[in-house]
């Protein structure tokens, strides 16, 4: 079947730039929407034998060969990034809490940024890359939808969480009640 899909989710624990094109030709049929990957960060790549300069071709590829606007949003790497960016392009990315990477500048930029983390503590230079069709699309973070900040106890967790779509075309994950986890 041909169907468009909406939403696709890349979770692989480090084989992303090994996920990534094998799924290139559903990307070429443009039938993939909205993909959401946990990219990086390269000290985890290692494994799987793949280098910085990959995750940038990757990158440039998801932009010039299949038209995604690609974009970070408010992930892990999110604060080490934003650092490096000029003032306008910090409001910006305030406001919308998601940066395009349009240049690739910007995706070397994010991927060195990502790289410059000591061994051993990979989630927090991980960062979540949205590749989207619908460049006007904005898409909201699990942690703001929730009203949770990067300092929120990470024992408190959503008891529900579901994708949704507002009338104004934000996709964003939505969260019912809080619970606590562990000790």
Known sequence: ENRDIAFLKIDVEG???HAIPSANKLFASRRA????????PPNRWKVAKNTPAQGVQILADAKERFGFSVRLIDSEVWDKYVNKLDEGAKNAAGQ??????????????LIQTMDG????????CEGYIWYTM????????????C???????????????KLRRTPDGIVSMGCEGTEM???
């Not at 919308?96 to 930029?109: C, G, S, W, Y």
């Not at 009203?147 to 969480?161: A, E, F, M, S, W």
């Open 117 to 124: 983390c000591p061994e051993g503590k990979g989630l927090p």
């Open 134 to 145: 619908e460049p006007g699309e904005q898409f909201s973070t699990f942690m703001s939808d």
């Open 181 to 183: 986890k562990g000790g």
């Open 96 to 109: 919308n809490r998601m940066i395009p990477l349009e240049t690739a500048k910007m995706r070397e930029d």
């Open 147 to 161: 009203g949770l900040n990067k300092q929120y106890d990470k024992r408190l967790l959503p008891k529900k969480r």
């Open 33 to 40: 929407r909205n993909v959401l990957i946990e990219y990086g």
């Open 15 to 17: 084989f992303e730039l």
